[in-house]
């Protein structure tokens, strides 16, 4: 989710500013430096051009540059965090002691990979009917990153990496064809049993391009719907009572029970004396 590099309008400015000002005019050209994110305060970012005798100092107070007023130098004052900056493109202005001439100063704050991609939900359910032929498949959010252009997702690299111990499912990622953005598909590979297994708790992972690269991670909690694919067994084959013959009517001769392995009322059992054997 990066923002265009900084770099890109720059030659077109640059271009302009030639154009607006005659060579010969009193305004220097603009000078560009560039800083990591990230450093510690007082790194160096550049010395700009000055003059012999002149002293120089910042237009106005700034919370993250600070100029050294005889040599030029140009320090931070803070740890730049980039991706908390408005844009990723400083401008100052830098100006001279007697006779004051202002002078700007463009800096550009360089990404380092200083972010994890992250999904939107770290956690989701998502349900498969069991048995559920090869191929079918649900569609994951893919993850982003605070951090831009090489350093941001790599949506080629997203991996079950727990929880698919038995294979029964992977993943389908579509590169979308410009590089940013992916389609990332759960696909079931089929062979789903409730009845073995009811739940399943995957881990992806997915890693971004940088250097060292960072990982984010989803958990999917796949949760197996039951189909009627059990019928209802018998706790015997045969059952075997005796009557004796002045028994009352209605009086309790044998007791069956079956079991179903399914769930819900795919389990409800009923049950009718078929026909009576042996008379
Ligand atoms: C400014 O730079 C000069 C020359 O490098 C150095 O002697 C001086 O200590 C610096 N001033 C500050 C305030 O850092
Ligand atoms: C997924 O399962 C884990 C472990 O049981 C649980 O901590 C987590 O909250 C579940 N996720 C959701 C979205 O229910
Ligand atoms: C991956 O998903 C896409 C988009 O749904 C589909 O067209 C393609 O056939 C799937 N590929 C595989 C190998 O499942």
Known sequence: MGRPPAARGAPSLFLLSLLLLPLGAAAEPRQVFQVL????????????ATRPGFTY???????????????????????????????????????SSQPTYPSEVRVLVLDLNDNAPVFPDPSIVVTF??????????????????????????????????????????????????????????????????????TYQLLVQVEDKGEPRRRGYLQV???????????????????????????????????????DADEGTNADIRYRLEGVLGL
């Open 37 to 48: 994110e990230e450093q510690p305060p007082g790194t160096w970012v550049g010395t700009i």
């Open 221 to 259: 909690n796949v949760t197996v719907q039951d189909i009627n694919d059990n019928p209802p067994i018998f706790s015997q084959t045969l059952y075997q009572a005796r009557v004796p013959e002045d028994a009352p009517v209605g009086a309790s001769v044998l007791q069956v029970a079956a079991a």
């Open 57 to 95: 100092r910042l237009s106005e107070h700034h919370a993250l540059f600070s100029i050294n007023a005889t040599s030029g130098a140009l320090h931070t004052r803070a740890t730049i965090d980039r991706e908390s900056l408005a844009s990723d493109v400083v401008d100052l202005v830098v100006l």
């Open 129 to 198: 009917k069991e048995d559920t032929g090869s191929g079918r498949q649900l569609i994951l959010d893919t993850a982003t990153d605070a951090d831009s252009g090489t350093n941001g997702v790599d949506h080629s690299s997203y991996r079950i990496v727990a929880g698919n111990e038995e294979g029964c499912f992977r993943l389908n990622i579509t590169l979308n064809p410009s590089g940013e953005g992916a389609f990332l598909h759960l696909v079931s590979r089929g062979g789903l049993d409730r009845e073995a297994t009811p």
